[in-house]
Structure formats: structure tokens, C-alpha cells
């Protein structure tokens, strides 16, 4: 089938089409630049490994000696004190970073080049020193190259002894500094701890203070006694308060409430209790005087005046009892305000002791510091002494774990890596070149290139070589000639696909005129009719039809008088324009007359018909079109189920005019049935053999697809085509 239905271009690609893609992409990226131009490729790495060879041969060797160091600051901290430190040597990274600057010093190399440059005349070609860090250890590599190994391994050592020697002296300078700094820093704490023990004393002094946790107890003692005595002070007082106020409210009965609101055993309670004791014995003899006597009489008269008197010196008793309860009420409240005066004076003595303490507390401190300081300078000032009076360099933090040696390869230059890099370089330049050249040279120069400028979906059935032969003679071969051979395999390629199995008709085309198409028609057809199948080959290419000049001197007399376009326009039958050619064992059906209109003529409805009765008479039926980019003709019989072959002729089709091939026949949903590959043996610098045709891509082509009937001067029945002409359109 020659038509399919495109993909939506909103339509979103699957992971499949996407590797489609990808892989389109370099097939064609390959089939551009790479294949064509292997040869610039070969030559370039050729020439670039000579190049490296050159090289290897003639650039002088190189040596490296590498000495290991260990570099700690452990032991170059004991005169780290108030300032007194070596500028050179600090924590963690820096310091590592700081000894590593130090290593490649002016000052380092400068006395290691006296000391080696006596002894050693090759020093001049030594380089200077390379320091690195080995990760994650306290180990750094100083590295010398030289021509010389031996110069290169004594040079390393060298630098490593100053350096250590360097250290060394420094160190011993600066303890030497320390302890006199240290020194006279010992003399000024002295004195200014002695000042602050005496002005600690003098505080104390003034301030009465002897011990001040024995001072807070005692205060705070005295404040708790007098804060209960200030409670039970204030429990009487509310008692009393109490007391009076139940009396008051209940006047009437106080001589009989008195006993249970005054407290048991007070005078005044054991007075009126006496009282109403004779009261109440008194009141007993009543009835009997009453039995007696009567109420007038004087005993019982008596009787009632000494009752009086009792009642009124109950009363009287319980007046001075109100009277003894209000005295005590109010000496109570007085010693309740008197305690707690007291302890708010013990308060305030509490709050002053306070502040005093803070005065006190800052002095005692000022005087432990400058104790602590004085004890810490003395300690320093012994292991500074400590540590000049050790031998045991040797075992410093800083040492030669490994020093160097003569190196017995050299390190410049590798090979491998010389190899590598003029490969690399080679690769590099020869695809710029070829960038270059492709994209000046546009010609397409292989049928895979072809086929991936359609993304590598279409087969291809076979190639055509360059034959110095002219057509006319090419018509004569006997079948079993190179040309034979080639159509034949494009036939076996052609019966083996789906294509002749299926269908019974095929369309020859190609992008622009001169390609070839015509001439590949005509052979396909001889192919064919020799496999023994029935074939027509029929000319619709109704604008500038050919055929009838390949095959005048086998035609008849005025044979393309009538042809296909006086089929389409119904003035006769397809039999009546078919011609047998007996030398080449089939049909051909010529165009005819060139139509005024032949793009309306083959959109009439006669085509289909006509393809119809073709298939039904035929076993094979190919089809001549018109070049596909300059008219829609070809695209009109494809239209109707007709599969297509591309015919292209390689070192003349460019890539511009593919690409616009391939998207005119996306935007009309046709599809190409396969591709076939003309000129193939052409050299790729051969591109001026074909100047001749003028071929311009643009709106003007090598000739012109036009209207009207062509001159019979020009286009005359009989024609045939120069014996010396290459096989074109």
C-alpha cells in the first residue's frame, strides 16, 4: 500500500519512537558525515599517529623523584600562650596548607640549590618543586622532574632536609622567645595577684567579713525564729480579736457564755465562777423561806436584795473580764508589729550582706584566676624547657616518612597517553573536515543516506552501477550482461518483498527530472517479461513522456500518435493503444499527445478504471511518472493504492530536495514503497560529469513540466535518443 495515515503531530511519541528517533538520527548523522568521508578519517589518524611517533622520538625524557613527608603541628604547640605563637604554623587544613606553601618557598629552594649546586651540574634542568596532599592521611609528596634522574631524586631530599631543618630552627627561636616572654608575663601576674589578695583582705576588713556562709546562717536563723514568733503573735491577737467580738454581740448572756470564751484557769474565770456558784446556792434556799413565810415577809425580802447583789457582782466580774481580754488583745497586736519589724531590719541586713557578697565574690574570683594564670605559665615555661632539652627530633610530628629515589622510567612523555591524545585529536580535526565538506558538498552520495533522511523505514531494492554504455546499446544486451544482472536482482528483490505479492502494479518515480527513473522502468519491464510474466509498461508521464524515444526503432510509425491520454480523455480503449514489443517480450503503452491539462486529466475518474483493466489483463504493470517535485501528477496515481518506487541517482540528488521530497509526501499521507539506487559507482570528487544537465532546484528544473503539447520539431515520434547520451529522463 502506498498510502498510510500519518501520526497527529500533537500526538504524543512513545519510548519506542523516541529510540526511532534517536537512532534515525545517528544512522544519518553516519550515512552524512561519517561514511562518505572514511577515507579523511583513516588518514587523519594515519597521520596523526606518525605525528605522535615524531614526537615520542624526538622530545626529550623526563624524570620524577618523589619524597614522602609527614606533617603534623603536634609538638609545635608548647609556646601557643597569650600571643607567643609561630605565624607559620596553625590548625588542622591551614597549617598543613601554610607548611605546604613553605615546601616551595624562594627561601627552601634558594638554600637547597646551594647546597646540591657544587655537586651536581645537571641542577639547571630541574623543575620546580611539586607539592600535593595525599587525601585523607597528614602525608604530602614533594616531587622534582629532571632530565637527570639522579639530580631530580637528590634535589627532592635536599629540599626535604632544609625544610626540616628550617623547622627545626624555628622552633628552638621561638621557644627561645617564648621563655622570655613567658617570663616577664610570670613577673606581671606576680605583682597583680598580690594587689588583689590585698585588696581582698582590706574589703573583708571593712566590711566585717570573716565568713560569709557563717553570716547568711546566722541571719537567716534570726529570721525564721522571729517570723514563727511573729505567727503565734498573730494567732493571739485574731484569738482575742474573736473573743471580744462574741462577747459584745451577746451582752445579755455574757455571764453565761464567759466560762467557754475565756481560756480555763484565769483569775477572772475562776472569780465569776464562784460567783455563780453562791448565786445558784443561794437561790436553792428560796422555797423553802417561800414555804415559810410569804412574799412580803422581811427573810424572803432579804433574800431577794442579797440576789441582786450576787447578779450585780456577776456583772461587775464579767466588765473586768472584757476589760482583761482587751488589754491582752491589744499587747498582742503590739508584739505582733514589733516582730515583724525585726524582720524586715534582718532582711535588709540580708539584702546589703548580698551586695557586699557580689563585691566579694568578684575580688575572690580576680585573685583564683591570677593564681590559675600564675600556675599555667610556670607549667609552660617547664615544658618549654622540657622540650629543648629533648634529642628525639627524629620522632617529631614532622619527618621524611620515604625519600626519593632515582627513577628508572620516565614519567614525560607516556605514550599511552601521547597515543591517546594525537588519536583523539586525529578523530577531532577529520569530523571538522568532514563537517565542512558535507556541508559544502550537499550531494547525496549513498541510498542509505536516502533511506534515512526517511527514517530508515524503507527498503531498498537494489542498485544500478554507472555504465559508460549508452542506452540503445544497453537495450541490446543479451541477458546475462551487468545490466541484466543488476535489474535482475532488483526484480528478486522486488518478487521476495510484499510488494508484487500484493499488487500487480508499481509507479516508478523520482524527486527531479534526470535521475533515471525512465531508463529503470524499461529494464524493470524487460526483467520482468523475461521471469515469464505477462508485464505492461505503461507512460504516464503526460507532460514530458520519453519512452517513445528510448524505444523508436522498436516502435511502429507514428506510435505515440495515441497513447494513455486518449484513454483517460475516453477516446478509445487501453487495448487499442497497447503495443507488443516482440525483442523485449512486452507491452508498452505509449503517453500519447502531451494534454493541455494533465494534472485534471489524470484527476478524472477514467484512471482508476484504466488501472483496473491493466491489473486484470496483466501479471506485472509498470508505471513511467512524472518526477514527483515539480508536479503533483505522480502523486495523483499514487493516490490510488499504486506503491511507489523512488528511483535516485546519487552524486546529483542533494539533500535539500530530499528533504523537501520527504515532507510534501508527509503532508499529503503518502508513503514511498521502497527505494532504488542509481549511479552508485560514481566517484565522490565526479560531482562536474553531470554539470551538463543544468539541473537548478527552486521553481525551475532542467526542463520544463508544463501545459500545452510539445514542439514536434523537438519531441517527434521517431526520435531516439543520442547514442553517446547517458541513460537519463
Known amino acids: 500500500m502506498s498510502t498510510t495515515q500519518n501520526d497527529s503531530p500533537s500526538a504524543v511519541q512513545s519510548p519506542e519512537n523516541e529510540q526511532d528517533s534517536v537512532l534515525n538520527m545517528l544512522m544519518n548523522i553516519w550515512g552524512v558525515y561519517v561514511r562518505p568521508y572514511l577515507w579523511l578519517f583513516i588518514f587523519a589518524l594515519i597521520l596523526f599517529a606518525v605525528g605522535a611517533v615524531i614526537y615520542l622520538q624526538t622530545t626529550v625524557p623526563l624524570y620524577r623523584s618523589t619524597c614522602q613527608l609527614h606533617i603534623h603541628n603536634q609538638d609545635v604547640q608548647v609556646v601557643n600562650f597569650r600571643g607567643i605563637d609561630d605565624p607559620n604554623f596553625q590548625s588542622g587544613a591551614t597549617f598543613l596548607k601554610t607548611q605546604m606553601l613553605i615546601l616551595q618557598s624562594r627561601e627552601i629552594l634558594d638554600r637547597a640549590q646551594k647546597l646540591v649546586g657544587g655537586s651536581n651540574s645537571n641542577l639547571s634542568s630541574c623543575s620546580a618543586p611539586e607539592v600535593k596532599h595525599v587525601p585523607g592521611t597528614l602525608m604530602v609528596d614533594l616531587s622534582i622532574s629532571s632530565a637527570d634522574p639522579e639530580s631530580a631524586a637528590q634535589m627532592a631530599n635536599t629540599i626535604a632536609e632544609v625544610y626540616l631543618e628550617s623547622v627545626q630552627t624555628r622552633k628552638v627561636n621561638i621557644s627561645f622567645t617564648g621563655v622570655n616572654l613567658l617570663r616577664d608575663q610570670l613577673e606581671e601576674i606576680r605583682k597583680s595577684r598580690e594587689e588583689a589578695v590585698n585588696d581582698l583582705l582590706a574589703f573583708k576588713e571593712e566590711h566585717g567579713i570573716f565568713n560569709l556562709s557563717e553570716n547568711y546562717s546566722a541571719i537567716i536563723a534570726q529570721i525564721n525564729a522571729l517570723t514563727n514568733t511573729a505567727t503565734e503573735a498573730k494567732l493571739e491577737e485574731m484569738e482575742l480579736a474573736t473573743t471580744l467580738q462574741s462577747i459584745r454581740e451577746n451582752r445579755a448572756s455574757a455571764a453565761r457564755l464567759m466560762p467557754y470564751l475565756v481560756p480555763q484557769g484565769s483569775d477572772s474565770n475562776s472569780s465569776l465562777g464562784a460567783i455563780k456558784m453562791l448565786y445558784f446556792t443561794h437561790q436553792t434556799s428560796l422555797p423553802s423561806l417561800l414555804a415559810q413565810y410569804n412574799e412580803g415577809h422581811t427573810a424572803v425580802q432579804t433574800h431577794h436584795k442579797v440576789s441582786d447583789l450576787l447578779k450585780a457582782a456577776q456583772e461587775s466580774e464579767v466588765d473586768l473580764s472584757i476589760d482583761g481580754l482587751e488589754l491582752r488583745y491589744a499587747r498582742a497586736k503590739k508584739k505582733a508589729e514589733m516582730v515583724a519589724s525585726q524582720v524586715e531590719g534582718l532582711r535588709n541586713q540580708l539584702v546589703d550582706l548580698d551586695r557586699v557578697a557580689g563585691d566579694y565574690e568578684m575580688r575572690q574570683a580576680a585573685c583564683d584566676s591570677l593564681d590559675g594564670t600564675y600556675k599555667s605559665l610556670v607549667n609552660r615555661i617547664n615544658e618549654i624547657k622540657i622540650s629543648n632539652a629533648t634529642t628525639t627530633s627524629d620522632t617529631s610530628s614532622i619527618f621524611i616518612v620515604s625519600p626519593a629515589i632515582k627513577a628508572t622510567l620516565p614519567f614525560f612523555?607516556?605514550?599511552?597517553?601521547?597515543?591517546?591524545?594525537?588519536?583523539?585529536?586525529?578523530?577531532?580535526?577529520?569530523?571538522?573536515?568532514?563537517?565542512?565538506?558535507?556541508?559544502?558538498?550537499?550531494?547525496?552520495?549513498?541510498?542509505?543516506?536516502?533511506?534515512?533522511?526517511?527514517?530508515?523505514?524503507?527498503?531498498?531494492?537494489?542498485?544500478?552501477?554507472?555504465?559508460?554504455?549508452?542506452?540503445?546499446?544497453?537495450?541490446?544486451?543479451?541477458?546475462?550482461?551487468?545490466?541484466?544482472e543488476a535489474f535482475r536482482n532488483i526484480r528478486t528483490s522486488l518478487n521476495l518483498s510484499m510488494l508484487t505479492r500484493e499488487n500487480k502494479i508499481l509507479a516508478i518515480s523520482s524527486a527531479i527530472p534526470r535521475e533515471g527513473k525512465t531508463f529503470t522502468t524499461l529494464q524493470l519491464a524487460r526483467s520482468f517479461a523475461r521471469d515469464k510474466k505477462k508485464t505492461l509498461l505503461m507512460d504516464l508521464d503526460l507532460r514530458k513522456p520519453r519512452m517513445h524515444k528510448m524505444l523508436a526503432q522498436y516502435l511502429p510509425a507514428n506510435a505515440s500518435s495515441r497513447g494513455l491520454s486518449n484513454v483517460l480523455l475516453g477516446d478509445c480503449k487501453l487495448s487499442e493503444v497497447v503495443i507488443a514489443l516482440p525483442d523485449f517480450g512486452f507491452d508498452v503503452a505509449l503517453a500519447g499527445p502531451v494534454p493541455p491539462n494533465p494534472n485534471e486529466l489524470l484527476s478524472s475518474g477514467c484512471l482508476p478504471e484504466l488501472l483496473q483493466q491493466a491489473q486484470e489483463q496483466y501479471d506485472m504493470v509498470l508505471i513511467d511518472t512524472a518526477p514527483i517535485m515539480p508536479v503533483s501528477d505522480t502523486l495523483i496515481i499514487a493516490s490510488h493504492k499504486v506503491p511507489l518506487l523512488l528511483c535516485s541517482r546519487l552524486f546529483r540528488m542533494t539533500r535539500p530536495v530530499l528533504r523537501h521530497l520527504r515532507d510534501n509526501l508527509q503532508q499529503v499521507n503518502i508513503s514511498l514503497a521502497g527505494l532504488i539506487a542509481n549511479n552508485v559507482d560514481v566517484p565522490k570528487n565526479s560531482y562536474g560529469r553531470y554539470s551538463n544537465y543544468g539541473y537548478k532546484y527552486g521553481y525551475k528544473y532542467g526542463y520544463k513540466y508544463g501545459y500545452g503539447y510539445t514542439s514536434k520539431k523537438k519531441t517527434g515520434a521517431g526520435d531516439a535518443a543520442k547514442p553517446d547520451e547517458p541513460f537519463t529522463d
Do not use: Y
Not at 440 to 445: A, C, D, E, H
Open 413 to 484: 612523555p607516556n605514550p599511552r597517553n601521547v597515543f591517546r591524545n594525537a588519536l583523539g585529536l586525529g578523530l577531532g580535526v577529520a569530523a571538522l573536515l568532514a563537517f565542512i565538506l558535507a556541508s559544502i558538498n550537499n550531494k547525496v552520495t549513498s541510498i542509505e543516506e536516502v533511506n534515512a533522511m526517511f527514517g530508515n523505514r524503507l527498503p531498498v531494492f537494489g542498485n544500478i552501477p554507472l555504465f559508460e554504455t549508452s542506452e540503445q546499446e544497453l537495450l541490446l544486451s543479451s541477458g546475462e550482461d551487468p545490466i541484466d
